[in-house]
């Protein structure tokens, strides 16, 4: 390449955009819109159970480009999922109403109203209800990897037992490492 070229590239390359017709440079998406949830609602109108817990998604990973999911739980039984390892995903958990306890690695942790839990990718945790009354727990997974997914479909199982939903789990990138935790 001659030096006179070379040293003209740059001054090329600073108004080539100026040059190219306007939608050689324009993105292809549509804009982005403010979503709205209210209360008591899912964001599309398509509440599930799931565990014992009615389960709202307040945002969706379709919503985000997959870089995170949450879920609005109303737990009016003590129970909650096996020990278990999400691979690719952080998840997190803020406690509205009620206590729970957790299980987080080696660690147990009582948790109540205003607490929040950050469990990292790759370790192993359960939790549960402990109190009386309806609890409520938010959740949130980062990226939203293939929750929403597993949650609707492991919802509509007929056999809700862990057994019964290793497999489905597995497919989703979650493990079962052990049982689910008491109340006690």
């Known amino acids: 390449m001659k030096r006179r070229l070379f040293l003209q590239l740059p001054a090329l390359a600073s108004v080539a955009p ?9 993105s292809s998406e549509e804009p982005r819109k403010a979503i709205m949830v209210r209360a008591g609602e899912d964001r599309f109108a398509n509440r599930f159970t799931f565990l014992d817990a009615q ?36 998840e997190w958990f803020w406690i509205v109403d009620g206590e729970f306890k957790f299980q987080a690695g080696d660690e147990t942790l009582r948790l109540k109203p205003g607490d929040s839990l950050m469990i990292p990718k790759g370790m192993a945790h359960a939790f549960v209800k402990t109190s009386e009354g309806v609890a409520r727990l938010i959740v949130m ?8 997914e597993y949650f609707l479909t ?31």
């Open 141 to 148: 997974h980062q990226p939203a990897g293939k929750m929403e």
């Open 154 to 184: 492991a919802s509509k199982l007929p056999d809700q037992s862990p057994e019964a939903r290793r497999a489905l789990a597995a497919q989703n990138d979650t493990h079962f490492v052990g049982p689910p935790l008491t109340p006690d």
């Open 18 to 26: 100026l040059l190219l017709p306007s939608t050689a440079v324009a």
């Open 55 to 90: 389960f709202d998604i307040k945002v969706s990973g379709k919503d985000t480009e997959g870089q995170f999911v949450v879920f609005d739980t109303l737990r009016p039984k003590k129970v909650g999922p096996p020990l278990h390892v999400h691979e690719k995903l952080d």
